[in-house]
């Protein structure tokens, strides 16, 4: 019986663990990147820049049974997102062609989600407007995507970490922490639930099961972030930390996101909220030091 298989396009780490899982399964993977000499040998490689006209043409006579697209700004400019979701989703679309494959999953952000009182979202929310271009952008891209003619679904995540060393991680071993005031809600997901997700709703499109135009790809545990680094400032002996000034008022900011249609996917998260995933980290740090 003929494997699935699947393109992996901007395939940086969540596409890689996205795409080792799928091998797990007895899938094809292949995996488009500037620099495809940093893929798994077990993918196939492509190397091309998704952002640049015609970079994709290669996919219509590849005829891949599912893609993935994780696509990420070129730059932290306007331009930049403009050319990394909407120069990305457009190069695809073209690059497909007249090919459709069983189904697309694309990686958005909620940061597309208008909401900054610290209330709660899902995937019907009301999306931001011009007050953020960037956020803007990756809307269009979004829905130049899902009003295409192909099986297409948007995975908008949220404050992926599980990276040993990574940004957040780095300033609270510095000792250096956000204000408690104003409250502001955060939310994350753990990047081997990222994979795990995206591997969990392809493997449902196999099956045939319906998927969803939009999820949001977050844990369980929405928590205000001065709580976040105060437990992880914990975790890592910091005794006399560093406070940032409080900002103005004390109203709540962020927003709350509802993961209720991961869950009714069938997903179960491998870790349900900031606690379980940062101990992970933790310890994989103690592991591998260096």
Request: glycine share 10%.
């Amino acid at each position: 019986m003929k494997s699935n298989s699947i393109l992996i396009v901007g395939c940086g780490d969540i596409g890689i663990r996205t795409g080792r899982l799928l091998l797990a399964a007895g899938w094809q993977v292949a995996g488009v990147r500037r620099n495809p000499q940093a893929l798994p040998a077990e993918f196939t490689a492509y190397g091309a820049d998704y952002t640049e006209p015609g970079s994709l043409d290669f996919i219509s006579e590849l005829k891949p049974d599912y893609v993935l697209a994780t696509f990420n700004p070129s730059e932290r400019s306007l331009e930049g997102y403009e050319k990394g979701f909407v120069g990305g989703t457009d190069n695809l679309l073209r690059g497909l062609a007249e090919h459709r494959p069983r189904h697309i999953l694309s990686v958005s952000s909620t940061r597309v989600l208008a909401e900054s009182a610290g209330g709660w979202v899902d995937e019907n929310s009301v999306l931001a407007g011009d007050k953020d271009p960037r956020a803007m952008s990756i809307i269009e891209a979004e829905q130049r995507l899902l009003a295409s003619p192909q099986a297409a679904s948007v995975v908008r995540f949220a404050g992926i970490y599980g990276y040993p060393g990574g940004r957040l991680l780095t300033r609270i071993g510095r000792g250096e922490l956000c204000a408690a005031q104003p409250p502001r809600y955060s939310n994350r997901i753990h990047r081997d639930d990222c994979a795990g997700f995206l591997s969990h709703l392809l493997q449902a499109a196999v099956a045939d099961q319906p998927l969803e135009p939009v999820y949001i790809g977050v844990d369980d545990q929405p928590a205000l972030q001065f709580e976040v680094e105060s437990w992880l400032a914990t975790r890592l002996g910091i005794t006399q930390p560093e406070y940032q000034q409080p900002g103005s008022g004390d109203a709540a900011t962020g927003k709350r996101c509802s993961n209720r249609l991961l869950h009714a996917s069938g997903y179960q998260l491998r870790y349900p909220d900031y606690r379980h995933g940062y101990q992970a980290v933790l310890d994989e740090s103690v592991r591998s030091p260096g």
